[in-house]
């Protein structure tokens, strides 16, 4: 199916709006906003890609909105039986909005019209035999009930400010209600970001996705935010130089979006940050730049951002890691690790199990650091005297706590001079207390090759000893690591002093993306800003902990350091792949358990 652009640029070219700025005007092409009319062309390109899920990301005033409600009414004319629905934050965003669906229907040209039989606040039906059902998503301060819709079939939806929603049931519900081979279904979710909430989940889920499209909608599209040269605004603010901050979003805008930034648009966005929105931090909420600067924290940001967005950089030049999937039987011994593409994976693995390797494991079920960390995640890091190295990691969201506990057996296994540090809050207890299971059960007498393979990898298998700094003789010592707000500082600051110091070598960009909404509040609480997650970035700081307090020192005393890592690899190079022959017994006993569960090891 191709859209008809065509048809619907005359449609608009009939519509009488009121605007902001010119007053009562028609809703022509060439009249629309540069924000109206790109949210438009990208639909157009998403349509003829078989695309008819979208995401668009905006600012204030925008007008995508309105656009959007125009398009709304000519998809429902055009084509007859059309079931749709408007969902609202509020209220009063889905009165207006009927308001100005009743506005455009009534001024079109009797001709063009489609009669309407029932226009009321929670349906308008058309003649044609299609219908819009008003709906409200809920308000943060005001929940409403999710049964509105239930029961519904949707071949159009259009939801609008999904970041102020609050009824997580009645959106899961509508989607679970949409067409899915309809070639005339459209589905537009459009909202500012207001931090990280449902809205930013439907974002990344879309960027993600292959059948979705993530739209941003930047401020600069906006033809009117610019200030004329010989305006007031223009000779008081603007100086002909860039601030270092502006530098980095006037360019990330230029190579993310091919857009110039004028000097008339930096004279308007420093008028706004000094005369109308003063505060900073809301500018980039209402005004983002790029859509990084869309989902703004409510606390202050606890990794740098800058070295973030390089480390970020760095890792798309870097060669693509392996992607790896489990496959769980009825017991441990039927686990299988299957090589798989990246959208399938939920093991990623930068660098292969060495034999000569020492390594950190950390691991954090899901809601085992807090209410929203709602996802099973496994770090895994190469560790040296004066670097750590991040090697693998497993994040994924339907899993059992058993078979979370087989996956943290599977990978010790593969990297075997490890330790493995254990979130234990809540859910972690089933985890921790299956692997003890099986460690009890590995005291039986093995009947086969692979099984005497496992029991050699439990029996092995250490843990993070916790213990109190401010203890005298560390005494209260524990295994593994329980989150308080205190134990969550110690950890998350272990983590930020390896990057800052540049010893942390980061590989993925999942976590660089958690670490960056990781926020200290007013009250001093350190975590993922409003509904974030931050799994990858626990179970990176459980390795990190475990390296800093039981593993640094005795490789320093080893003398485990990278610069001999790297003459290795250097000398390893030069010989065509060979491994010297003064190592080759370092590397000669790699286990046949690595081929066993599926992972090759490096040479």
């Known amino acids: ?112 019209r489609i009669p309407m039989l029932q226009n009321n606040r929670y349906f308008i039906t058309f003649k044609n035999r299609s219908s819009i059902s008003m709906q409200i998503g809920g308000s943060v301060k005001k929940k409403t009930s999710g049964g509105r819709g239930r029961g519904q079939a949707f071949t159009f939806v259009h939801a609008t400010e999904v970041s102020s929603w609050s009824d997580e049931e009645q959106l899961a ?7 899915q081979i309809n070639p005339r279904r459209l589905y537009i979710f459009e909202s500012t970001a207001r931090g990280f909430n449902m809205f930013h989940e439907i974002w990344r889920d879309a960027q993600r996705a292959v059948t979705q499209k993530a739209t941003f909608v930047g401020w600069w599209r906006n033809q009117f935010y610019t200030k004329a040269p010989d305006s007031n605004e223009y000779r008081v603010y603007w100086d002909g130089k860039l601030t270092a901050a502006e530098r980095e979003w006037v360019r990330a805008i230029k190579l993310k979006y091919q857009y110039e930034i004028s000097a008339e648009q930096m004279a308007w966005w420093r008028w706004m940050g000094a005369e109308v929105i003063t505060d ?58 299957e090589e798989t593409i990246s959208r399938l994976a939920d093991l990623t693995v930068w660098e292969m199990p060495e034999d000569r390797g020492f390594y950190s494991i950390g691991g954090d079920p899901a809601f085992g650091s807090s209410d929203w960390a709602d996802r099973f995640a496994i770090s895994v890091w190469r560790c040296y ?12 969201t339907d899993l059992t706590t058993y078979k979370f506990a087989w996956v943290m057996i599977y990978l010790a296994g ?15 207890q089933a985890v921790l207390s299956e692997i003890t299971n099986l460690r009890r059960l590995a005291g039986s007498i093995p009947r086969s090759a692979s099984e005497r393979m496992f029991t050699n990898v439990l029996a092995h298998m250490q843990y993070y000893l916790y213990r109190r700094l401010d203890s005298p003789g560390g005494s209260g010592q524990v295994y593994h690591y329980k989150t308080t707000r205190e134990t969550k500082e110690r950890m998350l600051n272990n983590l930020r002093d390896l990057q800052c110091r540049n010893q942390a070598v980061i590989r993925s960009l999942e976590l660089v993306e958690e670490m960056k909404i ?21 179970a990176g700081a459980l390795a990190a902990v475990q390296y800093v307090d039981q593993m640094r020192s005795k490789l320093e005393m080893m003398k485990v350091t990278w610069a001999d890592e790297a003459r290795r690899r250097e000398q390893v190079t030069k010989t065509g792949g060979a491994i010297p022959a003064s190592q080759d017994a370092l590397s000669r006993n790699i286990g046949n358990y690595l081929q066993q569960i599926g992972i090759k090891p490096n040479p």
């Open 518 to 538: 990781i926020v200290r509040e007013e009250d001093g609480s350190l975590g993922a800003s409003g509904r974030g997650k931050d799994d990858r970035v626990i």
């Open 385 to 396: 005297a004066d670097r750590f190295e991040q090697v693998a990691e497993y994040c994924v």
């Open 414 to 428: 593969a990297y075997k001079q490890s330790l493995l540090n254990l979130e234990v809050s809540g859910p972690g």
């Open 280 to 337: 900073e931090t809301l500018l980039l909420q209402e005004h983002p730049p790029t859509e990084e600067h869309a989902f703004i924290l409510t606390g202050s940001n606890f990794f740098a951002v800058n070295d973030l967005q390089m480390i970020a950089r760095r890792i798309k030049t870097e060669p693509r890691p392996s992607y790896y999937k489990f496959r769980f039987g009825e017991n441990f011994m039927d686990t299988s690790c």
């Open 173 to 179: 519900s509508m989607l679970a209600s949409l067409a």
């Open 1 to 112: 199916m191709k859209f008809p652009l065509a048809r619907f640029d005359e449609f608009c070219s009939m519509l009488r709006i009121d605007t902001k700025e010119e007053g009562i005007k028609l809703l022509a092409p060439d009249a629309q906003l540069g924000t109206q009319r790109y949210l438009i062309e990208e639909m157009v390109k998403g349509i003829e890609e078989d695309i008819h899920f979208f995401v668009a990301l905006k600012g204030r005033q925008q007008g995508c909105t309105t656009i959007a409600a125009a398009l709304d009414l000519f998809w429902h004319y055009r084509f007859g039986g059309m079931q749709g629905t408007f969902a609202a934050h509020i209220e009063e965003a889905r009165d207006k909005f009927r308001s100005m669906l009743t506005m455009y229907h009534e001024g079109l040209p009797r001709a063009y």
